[in-house]
């Protein structure tokens, strides 16, 4: 009995061992580019089309190293790596700032996460969107010219710049010569993304000049 008693025992203590190793299993230690990351197989096997889900099956067709710690070697970058891993964790893309959305899709290409992939080129495309539909910009300058010069500013106005509205204010007595009608021209250019450090609206003057133009 005494005996059979020990076995039972024996029998008993090993059992938490062998549950033990039955958990750690359940974790995978990877090496990417020299940053080690640790994580379950359930986290990166969540798209089973990917090259980390292949990874996790031990796929005799794909190419795997492990360095002296065991831990799987993937020659990427570590900074884009974290965010794909997290990705796969909870479902959002988180990027810092130092990162961009062509790097990660890089990566998420790299891996072939479909459900990756897809997000960051949306999001791409909503950004690209957004910065092609950025209102025109447009600086306005206010020109003072008598009848005899519109012709020859017209003909030299250039690098983008065109008439928005033609004022006349009367004229100015010119010595020997017949009066000269003065005009003032209200001239609009497009900034198109350059920066410009002057005001870009219609100053007061041009908008009332604008403004007498109609009403004549």
Not at 156 to 172: A, R, Y
Not at 202 to 210: G, H, N, R, T, V
């Given at each position: 009995?005494?005996?059979?008693?020990?076995?039972?025992?024996?029998?008993?203590c090993?059992?938490?061992?062998?549950?033990?190793?039955?958990?750690?299993?359940?974790?995978v230690?990877?090496?990417?580019?020299?940053?080690?990351?640790?994580?379950?197989?359930?986290t990166?096997?969540?798209?089973?089309?990917?090259?980390?889900?292949?990874?996790?099956?031990?796929?005799?067709?794909l190419?795997?190293?492990?360095?002296?710690?065991?831990?799987?070697?993937?020659?990427?970058?570590?900074?884009?790596?974290?965010?794909?891993?997290?990705y796969?964790?909870?479902?959002?893309?988180?990027?810092n700032?130092?990162?961009?959305?062509?790097?990660?899709?890089?990566?998420?290409?790299?891996?072939?996460?479909?459900?990756l992939?897809?997000l960051?080129?949306?999001?791409?495309?909503?950004?690209?969107?957004?910065?092609?539909?950025?209102?025109?910009?447009?600086?306005?300058?206010?020109?003072?010219?008598?009848?005899?010069e519109?012709?020859?500013?017209?003909?030299?106005?250039?690098?983008?710049?065109?008439?928005?509205?033609?004022?006349?204010?009367?004229?100015?007595y010119?010595?020997?010569?017949?009066?000269?009608?003065?005009?003032?021209?209200?001239?609009?250019?497009?900034?198109?993304?350059?920066?410009?450090?002057?005001?870009?609206?219609?100053?007061?003057?041009?908008?009332?000049?604008?403004?007498?133009?109609?009403?004549?």
């Amino acid at each position: 009995m005494a005996e059979s008693h020990a076995e039972i025992s024996s029998h008993d203590c090993r059992r938490p061992l062998t549950t033990f190793h039955h958990r750690s299993s359940k974790w995978v230690r990877l090496n990417v580019g020299g940053t080690y990351f640790l994580t379950t197989r359930q986290t990166l096997c969540r798209d089973p089309k990917s090259f980390l889900f292949r990874l996790c099956q031990a796929d005799p067709d794909l190419d795997s190293d492990k360095d002296e710690t065991g831990a799987y070697l993937i020659d990427r970058d570590p900074m884009y790596f974290g965010p794909v891993l997290n990705y796969l964790r909870h479902g959002k893309l988180v990027l810092n700032r130092n990162l961009t959305e062509e790097g990660a899709l890089e990566e998420a290409e790299f891996y072939n996460i479909t459900s990756l992939i897809k997000l960051i080129k949306d999001k791409i495309s909503d950004r690209d969107a957004k910065t092609t539909h950025t209102p025109v910009k447009h600086v306005y300058r206010v020109l003072q010219c008598q009848e005899e010069e519109l012709t020859q500013m017209v003909s030299t106005m250039s690098d983008g710049w065109k008439f928005e509205q033609l004022v006349n204010i009367g004229s100015s007595y010119n010595y020997g010569n017949e009066d000269q009608a003065e005009f003032l021209c209200v001239v609009s250019k497009e900034l198109h993304n350059q920066s410009y450090t002057g005001n870009n609206q219609p100053s007061e003057k041009a908008k009332i000049l604008q403004e007498r133009g109609s009403r004549i």
